[in-house]
T-cell receptor
Framework: DTGVSQDPRHKITKRGQNVTFRCDPISEHNRLYWYRQTLGQGPEFLTYFQNEAQLEKSRLLSDRFSAERPKGSFSTLEIQRTEQGDSAMYLC????????????FGPGTRLTVT | KQEVTQIPAALSVPEGENLVLNCSFTDSAIYNLQWFRQDPGKGLTSLLLIQSSQREQTSGRLNASLDKSSGRSTLYIAASQPGDSATYLCAVTNTGNQFYFGTGTSLTVIP
């Protein structure tokens, strides 16, 4: 059990470019969550997957954002046409499933849009 | 919509003191509540999870309590140490599909 991993850890991009982040949950965890966190704030929920099904999406997730979990294992979060307001830490978490909702977080991807 | 508030926003204590962090939520129909710590620039580390049917959970020097009816939880840290310095966050969920976080309490323990 190596924990939740995220790649890349840091991303600097120019406004208008597309970026994609990857999250690998703890193996056998069937729930996966994406959050966004800005400085001084708590994480804000973006989206939730149970296996490969995306079951919940926040209204924060505009049409420029898309997330996938094609085989119920790793997940990707893509931001198209990035804006400076997208600069934040993007966090991924997983939980086992069943009645267990204890979340385990990855180290995050720090996005800076210039 | 569930709203989570944490008080105080920042706290500074001398080493060895016992302290209490507070978390309140507006919708008492929660499924569980989880406490995390976050070090600067890092991800979140789970500390304690309390199911809605439980009143408290303990792990080492940490004790978390839950009062669903009043929409409150407290995290008690005994005999604080400099290594406890971090931001402490609480999160609640009503369904397990979406979690709501507070803005955290930034704790500094002075040696």
């Amino acid at each position: 059990d190596t924990g939740v991993s995220q790649d890349p850890r840091h991303k600097i991009t120019k406004r208008g470019q597309n970026v994609t982040f990857r999250c690998d949950p703890i193996s056998e965890h069937n729930r996966l969550y994406w959050y966004r966190q800005t400085l001084g704030q708590g994480p804000e929920f973006l989206t939730y997957f149970q296996n490969e099904a995306q079951l919940e999406k926040s209204r924060l997730l505009s049409d420029r954002f898309s997330a996938e979990r094609p085989k119920g294992s790793f997940s990707t979060l893509e931001i198209q046409r990035t804006e400076q307001g997208d600069s934040a830490m993007y966090l991924c978490a997983s939980s086992l499933g069943g009645h267990s909702y204890e979340q385990y977080f990855g180290p995050g991807t720090r996005l800076t849009v210039t | 919509k569930q709203e989570v508030t944490q008080i105080p926003a920042a706290l500074s204590v001398p080493e060895g003191e016992n302290l209490v962090l507070n978390c309140s939520f507006t919708d008492s129909a929660i499924y569980n509540l989880q406490w995390f710590r976050q070090d600067p620039g890092k991800g979140l580390t789970s500390l304690l999870l309390i199911q809605s049917s439980q009143r408290e959970q303990t792990s080492g020097r940490l004790n978390a309590s839950l009062d669903k009816s009043s929409g409150r939880s407290t995290l008690y840290i005994a005999a604080s140490q400099p290594g406890d310095s971090a931001t402490y966050l609480c999160a609640v969920t009503n369904t397990g599909n979406q979690f709501y976080f507070g803005t955290g309490t930034s704790l500094t323990v002075i040696p």
